[in-house]
């Protein structure tokens, strides 16, 4: 998966609009056509550049940048990206309390409700295409839903959503949205995942097909190695006779790695993941703030109840983005993370694995 969502978002976007792209380090080459360049306030042939090290004509490309808003009109219009609205949902006002403490247990901090509002929150569902390549081929499509404003990822949503997409469309804001690279960035992890559940059986079976032809040559050159060993018994061998067939051994054993070899890049799986789309969904939701308090730390928590599920969305590990069930705030800035993202593998001390990403301040060792 790309590491840099801006530029891959951007690419894509070129792409299907019928740009020529050319994917360099920090930088896109693109060729645009004519009544595209004008509409998009871009030259002909473009330099993008994503990194600080800027050279020649090209511009440099943000969030901020014009372009952006000129790109993504460009795939609004192709009915890639859309936005629509679903203002008539009932709202639930009580018993949010109850909601948490069914949903999400607090384990190692104390939290209390601050407050509950209501407005207008928007969500983010991108489909992704993958294709999973190995001596088979597997295809699939990945639905991600992010909320904006929490990053939570309701992925029930998709299906519920299948018969609200008719509704009007009014334009509005939705404030406290965080930023696309974090959204997008946090919907490829999600994707990732995902991916990996859907292509499961599919790399399973690939495993088996693999650990079997693995076992039929061990067989086959077990049995030529016995037959060496045999001539080597009988006949007695000694000395330079002895050498040979020995040798003969070790090219048998190196024949069998290399054949292994063959097989495990012949099953190995390739994964090509692109995005296909982008809709924005508005709604009115209610919206907690908690305030959690970890030692002598405190911080807000925003939550969402949402109204087309009718259940509360629980909040996302800071590192993972998977759904918590069980939430731990480290100690030094208060991430929530999940069980697993809130250890060290080696040490099993509480490391936070945000705050760490690299090596574990206790033990040392490398993540
Ligand atoms: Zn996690
Ligand atoms: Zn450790
Ligand atoms: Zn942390």
């Known amino acids: 998966m790309e590491r840099k969502p801006l530029k891959s978002l951007i690419r894509g976007a070129l792409e299907v609009s019928g740009c020529l792209v050319e994917d360099g380090k920090d930088y896109l080459e693109v060729l645009v056509p004519q009544e595209i360049a004008a509409r998009i306030g871009m030259g002909e042939h473009q330099l993008l550049y994503f990194g600080p090290q800027k050279e020649g004509d090209g511009e440099f490309i943000s969030y901020s940048s014009e372009i952006l808003d000129n790109i993504s009109q460009l795939i609004q219009d192709k009915g890639l990206f859309c936005k629509t609205n679903l203002p008539h949902l009932y709202l639930k006002r009580e018993g949010l309390g109850e909601a948490i403490s069914r949903k999400l247990s607090f384990l190692n901090s104390t939290y209390r409700l601050k407050q509950v509002g209501q407005r207008l929150v928007s969500y983010l569902v991108f489909h992704f295409k993958y294709s999973a390549i190995s001596e088979e081929k597997k295809e699939g499509i990945v639905p991600v839903v992010i909320n904006e404003m929490t990053l939570a990822s309701p992925k029930e949503m998709t299906n519920a959503l299948k018969s609200y997409y008719e509704e009007s469309l009014e334009e509005r804001e939705a404030k406290g949205g965080r930023p696309l690279e974090e959204i997008y960035s946090a919907a490829c992890k999600i994707a990732a995942r995902e991916i990996r559940q859907d292509a499961a059986d599919f790399e399973r079976g690939l495993n088996r097909r693999l650990n079997k032809d693995v076992a039929r040559l061990k067989e086959y050159y077990g049995a030529l190695k016995e037959e060496v060993q045999e001539v080597i018994r009988k006949r007695e061998l000694l000395g330079e006779e002895k050498e040979r067939e020995l040798s003969k051994l070790k090219a048998i054993d190196m024949e069998l790695n290399r054949k292994i070899k063959d097989q495990q890049d012949r099953y ?20 907690i703030t908690l305030r959690v308090k970890r030692k002598d730390k405190e911080k807000d928590l925003l939550l969402t109840w949402n109204p087309l599920l009718k259940e509360l969305e629980p909040p ?23 069980p697993q993202c809130h250890d060290c593998p080696s040490c099993y001390k509480a490391v936070c694995r945000v ?5 574990c301040p206790k033990c040392g060792a490398a993540f």
């Open 355 to 359: 705050c760490h990403p690299q090596t």
């Open 268 to 287: 190995s799986l390739k994964v090509n993941v692109s995005l296909v789309n982008a809709m924005r969904i508005m709604m009115p939701a209610s919206v």
């Open 316 to 338: 996302v590990c800071e590192r993972c983005f998977d759904t918590l069930k069980e939430l731990y705030l480290c100690d030094e800035k208060l991430h929530c993370l999940c």
